[in-house]
């Protein structure tokens, strides 16, 4: 048999590598430790306009000045804010949560930003210098 003949390799049971077998190879899934030190989960869920959700009581913005401050602050490494679906709270809402810590803040208001970054930072662990860039 000709060695193109991917048949014969394949009716033998033997397995022809391809090239989504080599695209799978490279693309495998890694598990890391979670690179920040705190994550704050702002839900963000819209629901029809007669229902409660966060998305309806200001919940973008507040997640918009969550990530501001945090960035102002040079935080950036150290703290993630990120959009969450419901959070299964609505009628508590605008809701927030913050892991590690186990702490949920909810009927949050644009004023509560600063005590929910207060809160969050205190005690970090300072972050890594970046590498400085090659000379």
């Not at 077998?21 to 819209?46: G, L």
Request: aromatic fraction near 4%; proline fraction near 7%.
């Amino acid at each position: 048999m000709s060695e193109g003949c991917r048949s014969s390799s394949v009716d033998r049971g033997e397995h022809v590598r391809t090239t989504n077998d080599d695209q799978r190879a490279t693309n495998h899934m890694e598990r890391e430790r979670v690179p920040y030190q705190k994550i704050i989960f702002v839900c963000v869920n819209t629901r029809e306009p007669h229902e409660t959700c966060c998305a309806h009581r200001g919940s973008e913005a507040i997640a918009a000045s969550l990530k501001a401050r945090v960035k102002a602050l040079g935080l950036s490494r150290a703290v993630r804010v990120s959009k969450s679906g419901c959070q299964d709270l609505c009628a508590k809402g605008p809701n927030v949560m913050v892991f590690p810590d186990d702490v949920w803040y909810h009927g949050v208001t644009h004023e509560d930003v600063e005590r929910i970054i207060q809160d969050t930072v205190r005690g970090l662990q300072p972050a890594a210098s970046p590498v400085p860039p090659p000379v």
